[in-house]
């Protein structure tokens, strides 16, 4: 019998289900014995991490029974409003430790310990270390409710196996029958890539998307496709589960290149140092621009990631004088397979390319890899060239390519960093301002900002802009783009126009379709930061308290909903009587909850709520519960 109170959820709730022997592995946490479907894999490529373990539905429920997998002990609690929100780890006799996350609610004793934790800290947040053999549980045992807390986007069990090495394994590797899956990945599209300035796809160096449709298992393009140099293979493509309708991880893919492997991604388990990797592993500006997310079937500089094993030349696929056929297989978890076939042919590069749509500026720059790529209207003059002003002067650069919609230059920002550029068809500012390499500290110091890069802060060479400009009133600093990721953060000093030291109500905000605060800091006339974001930063001074609704206040609790426009509620706190009072809080749905630490007291007295914001706007409400 567990040491767990599992009242009105004991073991006989599921009599029909015997535990399983350790031959068999876990028990499903949910639901055992009967169909399960699952909303995320292992591996899944998230927009910052890769998934750590499987969703688990619930049919957009709360409240379901979560069953302890094997005999252990809780050696881990969480509460908080981010990431896994509530969140139980048991660790087993045989090393491993499950991980059950975005719980409503804990059961039995460890329910009483975290309570009683939060009320010593004063914190509705806390993350607890119980001693080993503290509060054992037996396979079987509910020991917690399912939720929806955190940063679930609805209501689901988030389910986790770590080996000794804190690795997050595969769930779908240990044999559970309540998941069945007889469904082939999916393929929508592919994207294949120039990997230096003297590659071409159709005559065209960029990076460029083909829709491909199905053949039996098989998805193929309709033509063939044109191609020279060093050519990269990105592709857009997903699992499904029997009967679940969400996009799940594909855990293993190859690609093949004249018959011959030369990338293959196996993700079987997750470390979790290495899970921002994930961003050198996606086509990142394409997850900014567009929120898609397509996988590289190549090693990208600046990726260390552990999946490659028989990966050879980095997974490029190298052009020649013959056709090249091009096979990429796919399989999830269960052994379901998938495949892509098309056929690269080869082509010399040609200054005059056919199929080029008009530009819609007179002259447009955009940065790919090492490369500045701009695009001019075609003037239909015989002078083309384009002149490039970098530190040492002016150069003439003749097109890479053109036809009489528009004209191509190519520019290895390695070799030149121009400040602008001008042709027949006007001028345009670049403004890169530094070459940031890769893999070692750096500091770049201007009258704009100063930037410290700290080893591993970035992926690859950064070819860094700098600007500051006024807009409604209101500074703004533009710190390279927001399509560059970070690994690491770096530390910037903003060095405004204004004079904030006095000014509380100032802050710092990352703008990126809404304005996110960013915690900063007044010295000797500058904005100082940690951030592992580059792009636009705002100087904004929020005035505004934060609004506090009353929902019930009665002997039995309290709940209300607050919220705040612009930087974010910071801390809450509640008391009773003078004494600190538990607010359990969704940051999704700003609802307070009182949570008394003894059930039988009632709710009753001077009840005081507080509630800052990150400006340090407060707002309050107070009230006599009778």
Not at 16 to 25: A, M, V
Not at 208 to 228: D, M, Q, R, T, W
Not at 560 to 573: A, K, W
Request: charged residues 25%.
């Amino acid at each position: 019998m567990s040491c767990l109170s599992l009242q009105g959820f004991s073991q006989s709730v599921h009599p029909e289900i015997p535990l399983r022997s350790k031959i068999e592995g876990y028990l499903f946490p949910i639901n055992p014995g009967q169909q399960n479907y699952l909303a995320g894999t292992l591996g899944e490529l998230r927009s910052t991490h890769f998934h750590s373990g499987i969703d688990i539905r619930t049919n957009n429920r709360t409240g379901l029974a979560v069953l302890a997998a094997k005999n252990g002990y809780v050696s881990r609690a969480i509460v908080g409003t981010a990431g896994y929100g509530r969140c139980l780890f048991v660790t087993h006799p045989n090393g491993q430790t499950t991980v059950y996350a975005h719980l409503d609610s804990y059961k039995g004793e460890i329910a009483n310990f975290v309570r009683q934790q939060q009320y010593k800290r004063k914190s509705f947040e806390v993350d607890l270390f119980p001693q080993p053999g503290q509060f054992p549980v037996e396979e079987g045992d509910t020991i917690a409710l399912s939720g929806n807390t955190g940063g679930s986007n609805g209501p689901h069990l988030h389910f986790e196996i770590r080996d000794p090495n804190n690795e997050a394994l595969n769930p779908l590797t240990f044999g559970f029958s309540e998941i069945v899956d007889t469904s082939s990945p999916v393929v929508q599209k592919i994207a294949l890539r120039t990997l230096d300035i003297n590659s071409r796809i159709n005559d065209r160096f960029g990076r460029f998307e083909f829709y491909v449709y199905k053949v039996g298992n098989s998805y193929v393009f309709s033509a063939p496709i044109l191609a020279s140099g060093r050519i990269g293979v990105e592709i857009l493509a997903h699992d499904r589960l029997d009967k679940s309708p969400g996009y799940c991880g594909i855990n293993s893919i190859a690609l093949f290149a004249a018959n011959r492997m030369i990338f293959s991604q196996e993700i079987e388990k997750v470390n979790f140092l290495e899970s921002r990797g994930i961003l050198t592993l996606m086509d990142f500006q394409t997850l900014k621009t567009k929120r898609l997310i397509y996988n590289k079937l190549y090693v990208d500089d600046g990726n260390s990631l552990r999946y490659f094993n028989g990966t050879e030349q980095r997974g490029e696929i190298r052009m020649g004088d013959l056709e090249v056929p091009v096979k990429i297989e796919m399989k999830d978890a269960y052994g379901n397979a998938s495949e892509v076939v098309f056929t690269l042919k080869p082509s010399n590069p040609t200054t005059e390319v056919k199929n080029m749509e008009p530009v819609k500026n007179p002259l447009e720059a955009e940065v790919l890899g090492n490369t500045l790529i701009v695009n001019s209207k075609n003037c239909g003059t015989p002078e083309d060239k384009l002149a490039l002003f970098v530190k040492q002067g002016e150069i003439e650069i003749a097109p890479a390519y053109k036809n009489q919609n528009r004209i191509v230059y190519l520019i290895d920002l390695k070799k030149n960093l121009p400040d602008s550029v001008h042709n027949c068809a006007g001028s345009l500012p670049i403004k890169l301002r530094d070459l940031v390499p890769s893999g070692t500290d750096y500091n770049y110091f201007s009258d704009i900002a100063d930037l410290h890069f700290p080893k591993g802060a970035l992926y690859d060479t950064l070819f860094l802009t700098a600007s500051r400009q006024k807009r409604e009133g209101n500074e703004v600093f533009t710190l390279a783009s927001k399509l560059v990721p970070l690994q690491r953060s770096i530390t910037v000093r903003l060095k405004p126009s204004g004079d904030y030291s006095s000014d509380r109500k100032a802050g710092v905000y990352y703008a990126d379709g809404g304005y996110d605060f960013v915690e900063s800091s007044w010295e000797n006339g500058k904005m100082t930061f940690r951030t592992r974001d580059l792009g636009e930063f705002i100087i904004l001074r929020d005035t505004v308290p934060p609004t506090i609704s009353r929902l019930s206040t009665t002997s039995n609790g309290a709940r209300f909903r607050v919220r705040d426009d612009l930087s974010g509620i910071n801390y809450i706190e509640a008391n009773m009587n003078g004494k600190w009072l538990l607010m359990t809080y969704d940051h999704k749905t700003g609802i307070l909850q009182s949570d008394r630490l003894d059930k039988k007291v009632p709710l009753q007295g001077d009840f005081d709520l507080k509630v800052v914001d990150h400006a340090g706007n407060k707002s309050t409400y107070k009230q006599k519960i009778p």
